[in-house]
C-alpha cells in the first residue's frame, strides 16, 4: 500500500475528486483492533470483544473491538470484505479523516489520504457539487466525523470515571487455539468483582450517568473471544486446504 498522502480537502483542489466504493476496508485490513465509543457497545459488543488498552499517553484508557488475536491479525476481513453485521463508526469516512490544524492545536479539519486507490476524478461519490458547494455524500461524512469527535469525548469521560473508582484491571484473556491455550496480553477489562463491591450511592450515580449499560455490554461482549479463535480455525484449515 502507498504511504499515506494525508492533505486538507479543499473545494477548488478537490473539485473533480470522487471516492469510490471498491476495497472499502483494505485501510485496516491488518488492524487487529479499533477504537470504539461507548455509544457502540451494544452493538458492536454483541459481535466483537471489547477490551480496553493503554492510550499513546500511556496513562489513559481506550475501548477497542478485538478483530484479531495477534497484532496484524484481521479475522473479521476476509476477500477484503467485512465479515460481520456491525462496522466501527471509526472504519466508515476513510480516506476522509480528521487531522489537526496545526501540530498541537484543539482544532480539527477533514482531510483526505490522497494515497487510497479509492481516491479518483472518474467514478464513485462526489465530493463536490459543480457549484462548488459540498456533496449530500460529503456532508453526511462531516457529520459523522464530528458526532465520532464529541462520542469520543463522553467515552474518554466514561473511562476516566472507571479508572477513578479502580474498576479497570489489566487481565490475562486466555484462547485455546488448535488445542494450545495461548493468553492474549496487554489489555484490560473491567473487574466485575470490584464492581459488585461499590458502594450503593456510587453504583446509583454509574445508573445515571447512563454507564451501566456500557459497562454491563461491554462484560457481554467478551463472550465473542471464541468467535475469533473460530473465525481463526477456519481461516487455517481454508489455507491448509488450498495448500494440499
Known amino acids: 500500500m502507498a504511504e499515506n498522502k494525508v492533505v486538507a480537502l479543499h473545494k477548488e483542489g478537490h473539485a473533480k475528486t470522487k471516492i469510490n466504493t471498491q476495497n472499502l476496508f483494505q485501510h485496516i485490513a491488518n488492524e487487529h483492533m479499533l477504537p470504539v465509543v461507548v455509544h457502540e457497545f451494544v452493538v458492536a459488543g454483541a459481535e466483537f470483544p471489547i477490551v480496553f488498552v493503554k492510550d499513546q499517553s500511556g496513562e489513559n484508557f481506550q475501548p477497542v473491538v478485538l478483530l484479531g ?16 453485521m456491525y462496522v466501527p463508526r471509526v472504519a466508515r469516512n476513510y480516506p476522509l479523516v480528521l487531522v489537526q490544524d496545526q501540530p498541537g492545536s484543539d482544532r480539527l479539519i477533514v482531510a483526505i489520504d490522497e494515497s487510497s486507490e479509492r481516491v479518483n476524478d472518474t467514478e464513485g461519490f462526489a465530493l463536490f457539487n459543480e457549484d462548488g458547494t459540498e456533496s449530500d455524500y460529503l456532508v453526511a461524512r462531516k457529520q459523522q466525523m464530528a458526532d465520532f469527535v464529541d462520542f469520543s469525548q463522553i467515552t474518554h469521560n466514561f473511562t476516566l ?13 486466555t484462547v485455546t487455539i488448535n488445542e494450545e491455550k495461548r493468553n492474549i496480553n496487554g489489555i484490560n477489562m473491567i ?16 445508573r445515571k450517568l447512563g454507564y ?3 459497562i454491563y455490554a461491554h462484560l457481554m461482549s467478551l463472550q465473542h473471544t471464541q468467535k475469533l479463535v473460530q473465525k481463526l480455525a477456519a481461516r487455517d484449515a481454508a489455507a491448509a486446504a488450498k495448500a494440499e
Open 69 to 84: 488475536l495477534s497484532a496484524q491479525q484481521n479475522l473479521v476481513i476476509k476477500d477484503g470484505k467485512w465479515d460481520g
Open 161 to 173: 470515571k472507571m479508572q477513578e473508582l479502580g474498576l479497570i484491571k489489566e487481565q490475562v484473556l
Open 191 to 206: 473487574d466485575d468483582k470490584a464492581l459488585n463491591e461499590l458502594s450503593d450511592e456510587t453504583f446509583l450515580e454509574l
Open 212 to 214: 451501566l449499560t456500557a
